[in-house]
């Protein structure tokens, strides 16, 4: 089985020893992943960093996260201005929207959105996008930016979410969430999506698949068990599902992953 993560987070607070993590990733078939760099207090994180030591496995994308919409300064726009346009980084995000907990006020979410919106454009980048209870406003957005070129990374909607996203053009990326019982209505919509557009991704070190759900730290090795769900709500071969979704993946973020 040949997989790519196609969303990771490997903050030295949760994974301080990166290279273990990425070894028993390769073990499980992972060729690659893409790590997110999202605003932390005065940085973006660990991301670009453990790229630049593994470039041959690791792609990064740079962002604002919803949540931290509010307390990013000019400063740190500026910042992933810079990031954004490096070579290395492959994508915008994750930014979007996020009505469930709120953490930053909405209006300072949509501002971010559409701030990180036209920067995608910018630098002719896809955008990585994290929407919770917000699909409505996130379908918005993206049609009045124009864009149509990105994931809808840690997908949860329904069928409907799943047609307006894919009727923009964008990919729907698949975390461990749709192995998850009483989940019928997103396990619906990944079977109603074309293969061709969809990813596989753990969200670590969030988000466990089962047969590991509550098992902290979610890792990149664990995106085997979401790529199987996927391949059996499609009735197809695992390994064919895999593949598929890796290529999907390097596709859209310009990855050279031998597949």
Not at 54 to 64: E, K, N, R, S
Not at 99 to 123: G, I
Not at 127 to 154: F, K, N, P, Q, Y
């Amino acid at each position: 089985m040949k997989l790519i993560d196609a969303h990771c987070h490997l903050e030295l607070k949760d994974f301080p020893v990166t290279h273990e993590v990425i070894a028993r990733a390769q073990e499980a078939g992972v060729v690659h992943a893409v790590v997110v760099g999202q605003l932390l207090p005065g940085d973006f994180g660990n991301a670009l960093a453990a790229a630049r030591a593994h470039p041959d496995l690791l792609t990064p994308t740079m962002g604002v996260h919803p949540h931290d919409a509010a307390a990013a300064t000019e400063a740190d726009w500026l910042e992933l201005e810079r990031l954004a346009a490096l070579p290395e980084v492959k994508a915008v995000g994750e930014t979007g929207l996020d009505y469930f907990y709120d953490h930053a006020p909405r209006d300072a979410q949509r501002a971010a959105f559409h701030r990180q919106c036209a920067l995608a454009k910018q630098v002719g980048k896809p955008i990585v996008i994290h929407v919770r209870d917000a699909h409505d406003d996130c379908v918005e957005v993206l049609t009045r930016e124009g864009l149509s070129r990105g994931m809808i990374h840690c997908f949860t909607g329904d069928t409907d979410a799943a047609r307006r996203y894919l009727d923009l053009g964008f990919h729907l990326s698949i975390s461990g969430v749709v192995t998850y019982k009483k989940n019928e209505a997103l396990q619906a919509a990944v079977k109603f999506a074309p293969l061709d557009r969809l990813m596989v991704e753990t969200d670590s070190p969030y988000l466990s698949p089962v047969p590991y759900r509550g098992k902290w730290p979610n890792e990149p090795m664990r995106v085997a068990e979401t790529a199987k769900k996927v391949a059996e709500l499609h009735g197809r071969d695992p390994d064919e599902v895999a593949l598929r979704c890796a290529r999907n993946t390097a596709a859209l973020l310009s990855l050279r992953v031998e597949l």
